[in-house]
């Protein structure tokens, strides 16, 4: 089912195939609170009022849960066998984080001013994210270990 690793042709540094790793895992996680987490974590992490259309929202929150399982594995995949994706993986990671905070902190962000713990993660991420990013953009010298 898995093709050959590409690591050796991956030329960027191995910082931020192993940042893409810890992503993987900060993804991975919650998606698994979000999905089985009998409220999701609406109610006992993002402190949301569930007596109105609660089912609904809980269903939400596993959906997204599911979603950000099968994509931190896909993450994890590609920062420890198919390092040649890393910067693909990483500028969508940055596109993915920045629309998350236009849609926390913008115009449609919470209108009850209440911010669930991922809108202040997602501000520290954006930036890191572009560090790496751009990181990943760099060729390593000549010689360099693509597995160090």
């Known amino acids: 089912m898995l093709p050959a690793t590409t ?16 992503m993987a895992v900060l993804t991975i996680v ?4 979000h999905t089985f987490l009998p409220d999701g974590g ?5 402190g ?19 979603t950000q399982i099968v994509w931190g594995i896909l ?10 994706f890393v910067t693909l993986a990483l500028g969508l990671l940055f596109l993915e984080r ?3 905070t236009w849609n926390m902190w913008g115009p449609k962000g ?4 209440h911010m669930p713990p991922e809108a202040y993660t997602t501000l520290v991420l954006v930036p890191l ?5 751009l990181l990943s953009l760099r060729r390593r010298t000549e010689g360099a270990n693509p597995n160090d």
């Open 7 to 22: 690591n050796a042709e991956y030329n960027g540094p191995v910082v931020s195939a192993w940042f893409l790793t810890l």
């Open 30 to 33: 919650p998606g698994c609170i």
């Open 42 to 46: 609406a109610g006992v992490i993002a």
């Open 48 to 66: 949301r009022d569930l007596s109105v259309n609660g089912g609904t929202i809980v269903r939400l929150f596993a959906w997204a849960g599911t």
């Open 75 to 84: 993450l994890m995949l590609i920062s420890l066998r198919y390092r040649n």
């Open 98 to 100: 920045c629309i998350h």
């Open 110 to 113: 919470q209108a009850d001013g």
């Open 129 to 133: 994210l572009a560090i790496f990013f």
